[in-house]
C-alpha cells in the first residue's frame, strides 16, 4: 500500500501563493504519475494538475499560468506551487499516486486526506 500525507493548505487573500507538498510512502513499485485533485463543497472532485513518471504535465484549464506541479523523486514528493490565487480556488485538496506497488500487480490509484485551501476575497 502507498500512504500519503498533504500538508501547506491554509488561508490566503486573493491574489496570495501557497505551496502544498504531499509525501508518499510505503510499497512504490512502479509510479504512473501522481496529482493533485480539488473538491469544492458541493462539487465534485476535479482534477487540478498531474506529472507522470517521465515528467509530462497536464493542468486543468483554470490553473494554467497559475498553477505549476513538480516532483522530487528522490523525496517521492510532489508539489503544487499556487499563484495568484483565487476565491473560486478554495476547496480541499487532494493528492494522487498511481501506479503498482508490487511487480505484476496492476496499477492502482492512492489518496491523500486532502489539505484545506481558503481563498479571501
Known amino acids: 500500500q502507498v500512504q500519503l500525507v498533504e500538508s501547506g493548505g491554509g488561508l490566503v487573500q486573493a491574489g496570495g501563493s501557497l505551496r502544498l507538498s504531499c509525501v508518499a510512502s510505503?510499497?512504490?513499485?512502479?509510479?504512473?504519475?501522481m496529482g493533485w485533485y480539488r473538491q469544492a463543497s458541493g462539487k465534485q472532485r476535479e482534477l487540478v494538475a498531474t506529472?507522470?513518471?517521465?515528467?509530462?504535465?497536464n493542468y486543468i484549464d483554470s490553473v494554467k499560468g497559475r498553477f505549476t506541479i513538480s516532483r522530487d523523486s528522490a523525496k517521492n514528493t510532489v508539489y503544487l506551487q499556487m499563484n495568484s490565487l483565487k476565491p473560486e480556488d478554495t476547496a480541499v485538496y487532494y493528492c494522487?499516486?498511481?501506479?503498482?506497488?508490487?511487480?505484476?500487480?496492476?496499477?492502482?490509484?492512492?489518496w491523500g486526506q486532502g489539505t484545506q485551501v481558503t481563498v479571501s476575497s
Open positions: 506529472i507522470t513518471s517521465d515528467g509530462s504535465r
Open positions: 494522487k499516486w498511481s501506479g503498482s506497488s508490487y511487480p505484476g500487480y496492476p496499477p492502482y490509484d492512492y
Open positions: 510505503g510499497r512504490m513499485f512502479r509510479l504512473s504519475a
